[in-house]
């Protein structure tokens, strides 16, 4: 058991806006909570600014960077944005596994030496990874973050989900054909496994330690769920997100840490695992937008609060398009009063206009607090 960054909470100040906090907990509130994935990034002039042609894992690594690239969208939408969340990536779990992992102008992620073979996978398993030292810089930004917020809203704390992470090391990247991961799931289920274990219990670790850092939410990203069958993903992806649920609360009660910090799910289009998924252990499940918001809440019944789900492709259509999706987006999940949280279904695009984005905002606002 590694030992915890000191970092004093009592030195942060509090919170102001604690909305979705009260939202992912179930409670009735005022309006739905608003974020969007990937709210800071290309699609805003001040990050290509901040970033000045500077490789991004540099930046991420870069405390007063990634800070400032984390406030962005909160300083540009001011009170419109209610979460934060750290810029980062989920490419650095296997870095501190040990792989190398570039990213690619134009391209996305490259790892030079992808897990093809038993002895490469081998490797990995048997890399002692030291979370607090090899991420440490990932707590820093958290805390600098935390603190430069001032408590205007919470801030996530972030991962991958272990099936993913499995993706990216077997195939190198992004995909089309899995072909690599596939292989590796079909004809190794228990090399696979093994991996996917080691890649949780990084991922606990990780998330415990943001908490200790500063995170006050934390978000799973399983991106790649759906690329796996009913069955496959009951095996190779539902029970490490499930452990990741229920040994993140142990650890940080280990760490000192008794307060309930709200885990949130998204597993990108595994549809068929919504009635698991809101029996995992997470207080909130985040949906894409293949989901009709109705047929979510029914399915969901009251058990977790749903988060999402316009298309973010809307944003390229006109303010009356932006505005009839939201009233039924919000409408759809129940007028937005109780266990719904405002996203995406993805993330935001590089090309999307950041007027857009905030005519959504203000949109979400406007009809959410109807009634
Ligand atoms: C699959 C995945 C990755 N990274 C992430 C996921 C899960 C979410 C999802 O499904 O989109 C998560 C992520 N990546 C990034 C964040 C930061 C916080 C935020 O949401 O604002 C988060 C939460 C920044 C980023 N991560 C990345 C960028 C772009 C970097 C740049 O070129 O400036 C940013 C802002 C790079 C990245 N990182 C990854 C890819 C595939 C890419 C290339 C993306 C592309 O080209 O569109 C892996």
């Given at each position: 058991m590694g030992l915890a960054r000191f970092v004093d909470h009592k030195e942060f100040a509090p919170l102001k806006n604690d909305l979705i906090l009260r939202a992912a907990r179930g409670e009735k509130v005022e309006r739905p909570p608003c974020w969007i994935m990937r709210q800071a990034g290309r699609y805003l002039p001040e990050y290509h600014e901040v970033k000045n042609g500077r490789d991004f894992f540099e930046t991420c690594r870069d405390a007063e960077i990634a800070s400032e690239i984390t406030i962005q969208p909160v300083r540009r939408y001011a009170g419109l944005l209610d979460a934060a969340i750290i810029f980062?990536?989920?490419l650095v779990i296997p870095q501190a596994m040990g792989m190398k992992v570039e990213m690619v102008d134009g391209k996305g992620p490259h790892f030079?030496?992808?897990?093809?073979t038993e002895s490469e996978l081998r490797t990995v398993l048997e890399y002692e990874v030291d979370v607090l030292k090899e991420l440490d810089w990932a707590f820093e930004a958290i805390t600098l973050t935390r603190k430069k917020l001032e408590g205007q809203v919470p801030l996530f704390g972030f991962c991958g989900g272990p099936w993913t992470l499995l993706v990216y090391m077997t195939e190198g990247g992004g995909s089309r054909l899995f072909r690599f991961a596939k292989e590796w799931i079909n004809k190794r289920p228990d090399l696979s496994k093994k991996l996917l274990q080691k890649i949780t219990d990084v991922a606990v670790e990780f998330l415990s330690q943001q908490v200790v850092a500063g995170a006050q939410i934390l978000q799973v990203f399983e991106?790649?769920?759906?690329?796996?069958?009913c069955d496959d993903f009951d095996e190779f992806s539902l029970p490490y997100l499930r452990q990741i649920a229920s040994k993140v609360p142990q650890r940080l009660a280990e760490l000192g840490i008794t307060e309930k910090i709200p885990l949130v799910v998204f597993a990108k289009g595994s549809w068929y695992a919504l009635d698991k998924l809101c029996d995992a252990g997470y207080d909130v499940v985040s949906l894409d937008w293949l989901w009709d918001p109705k047929e979510a809440c029914r399915i969901n019944h009251g058990r977790v609060t749903l988060q999402g789900n316009l298309?973010?492709?809307?944003?390229?259509?006109t303010n009356e398009m932006i505005t009839k999706k939201v009233e039924r987006m919000i409408s759809g999940f129940?007028?937005?009063?109780?266990r719904h949280i405002v996203n995406f279904g993805h993330g935001t695009h590089p090309f999307m206009d950041p007027e857009k984005i905030r005519f959504f905002l203000e949109e979400c606002h406007r009809i959410g607090s109807e009634k």
């Open positions: 980062s990536d989920i030079p030496t992808p897990l093809r991106s790649w769920g759906g690329e796996l069958s298309d973010p492709g809307v944003m390229y259509g129940g007028g937005g009063k109780q």
